[in-house]
């Protein structure tokens, strides 16, 4: 049997250990060894309990922990967002690298498998270790080509654009010539890996590329988490998952209870001990991830901040989606749920936001129910058991190519 190393680095919210469980089932219940590695071991607990893991060694993946100075601001593609997480210098970078060929000697795994997780890539090809990497479009780029510009709204920056990749490879061929390994031809291999595995679809990829693929659909979480517990009440039911913190994400729970609403909403940090922002009879904090079937088909409204994984649920279910964006990757999916026609982008609209018209125009509006029904519709034979069943068939002959099934 092979051992599997599933790994996520960067990147924030439950999609990414979501992914990797998913991952993991299949190839536990097919006899192999999983270990996790990942960014957050907190937040994440809950969503991992599960009998069919257990025993499966949930280790600290090696992270950048310190203020990167001197990038600009908003990042103009990947190869800035890497530089900010430890990739500017190329010796802060070796440090980071050793930490995941310890983790690697130390499990001697038979395939890593990245989630965003560019850093465990880089030491996989130092030690010679088979490298694949699933994900969505955002951490997923064109292969063979420069990085894609994130701002795409914006005027193109090509200067700008190849700097940052040819610093980002400097930093990483550095690393790689230290050890003895063959250096990097463009900044997309550190997240694509060895075998790059697409999962979403053409109307879900964040860099709009087309016909370019193969797509093999969002390998979505399994069912998992609490019932949901709907307030007491006739309003409309909306699901929301937010984070606390994030601008105007109290300011929208409050459009939804004016509007009659009755919210059901999961926010991480309470669930691991916050204080609720807001109190109301209508509104509900979810005790710890909820089922996601289960809400999104008792409600009439999604509510969140664009992960991939909730959207493409929550479009399968046919539910249209108010999202606030709080990062490049989640305005991109934003941007592209609502050019279906099945969502309002809210960080688009004019910067005085009327949150209680946004509301009644997703509810009032058929428009919006129409699209995500379509999309729906569209990917209704999606299975995501057998996505996952089909990533694991990949998983075990990559492994067999060392041997190892």
């Known amino acids: ?66 203020r990167t100075a001197g990038l600009p601001p908003e990042e103009a593609s990947l190869a800035e967002i890497l530089l900010a997480c430890g990739y500017l210098d190329a010796d802060a970078l070796a440090g980071l690298c050793e930490g995941w060929r310890g983790l690697f000697r130390q499990g001697r795994p038979d395939l890593v498998i990245a989630d965003y997780a560019p850093t465990a890539i880089l030491a996989a090809r130092s030690l010679g270790l088979p490298s694949a990497a699933v994900g969505p479009g955002f951490t997923m780029p064109p292969a063979g080509q420069p990085l894609p510009p994130l701002r795409s709204w914006e005027p193109p920056q090509p200067a700008r654009l190849r700097a940052g990749e040819a610093r980002l490879l400097d930093s990483a061929n550095r690393v790689l010539a230290a050890l003895g390994a063959a250096p990097l031809a463009r900044g997309a291999e550190l997240l694509l890996g060895d075998h790059p595995l697409l999962c979403t679809w053409p109307e879900l990829d964040h860099y709009a590329r087309g016909g370019s693929g193969p797509w093999l659909g969002p390998n979505l979480p399994q069912p998992a988490g609490c019932a949901p517990v709907w307030p007491a009440g006739a309003g409309r039911r909306v699901f929301a998952y937010l984070r606390r ?23 991480p940090e309470l669930a691991s001990g916050a204080p609720a922002p807001l ?21 009439e409204l999604v509510v969140s901040h664009a992960g991939e994984a909730l959207s493409a649920q929550a479009l399968l279910a046919g539910r249209p989606l108010l999202m606030l964006p709080h990062t490049t990757e989640g305005f991109l999916m934003a941007r592209r749920v609502a050019q279906l026609g099945a969502g309002i982008n809210a960080m688009e609209q004019a910067r005085t936001r009327d949150w209680e018209a946004l509301v009644a125009s997703l509810l009032g ?39 190892n099934v």
């Open 1 to 66: 049997m092979a051992h599997f190393y599933l790994c996520w680095e960067l990147g924030g919210g439950l999609g990414h250990a979501g992914r990797l469980k998913s991952i993991a089932l299949p190839l536990r219940a097919r006899g192999h060894q999983v270990s996790f590695v990942l960014r957050d071991l907190v937040l994440t607990r809950r969503l991992l309990v599960d009998p069919r893991l257990d025993g499966i060694a949930r280790l600290q993946a090696p992270v950048w922990l310190h």
């Open 245 to 267: 913190g994030v601008p105007d994400a109290v300011e929208v729970l409050g459009a939804l209870l004016r509007q009659g609403c009755r919210v059901l909403c999961y926010m």
């Open 279 to 299: 109190t109301h009879p209508h509104l509900a904090w979810a005790p710890g991830p909820v089922s996601l079937p289960e809400a999104l088909a008792g409600c």
């Open 365 to 403: 509006q058929p428009g919006y129910r129409d699209a995500a029904a379509a999309f729906a519709r569209r990917y209704a034979g999606f299975d995501p058991q057998r996505q996952a069943e089909a990533l694991a068939d990949r998983f075990e002959a990559l492994a067999a190519a060392r041997g």
